[in-house]
């Protein structure tokens, strides 16, 4: 957030992660989901349980499946990525999942 006051605290030996923001598995879950998305190969639902120890809400999963009847994800296997269209609305995608 303040890049001048974290370079300050790292030089002088202090804890850079000092004021850091700790998040809920689910809160993780969809920043993770989302951050994912935003690789073209996406993301891999079940390692990403997996890792998180998670599972993913009934309405997150609803989303999904509607954003992907709608053709703005592609789901294979347990990847999910965005499709050319979803790119364009990646944004409005993200809110819409989380």
Known sequence: KNLPKYIETVENGGDPKEGSEELLPEKHLGERLMTGLRLSRGV???????????????????????????????????????????????????????
């Open 44 to 98: 891999n639902l079940s390692e990403l349980v997996q890792d998180l120890g998670v599972e993913i809400s009934g309405s997150q999963h609803e989303k999904i499946c509607r954003l992907v009847d709608s053709g703005h994800l592609i789901l294979k296997d347990s990847w999910v990525r965005l499709t050319e269209k979803g790119v364009l609305l990646s944004d409005e995608i993200f809110q819409n999942i989380l």
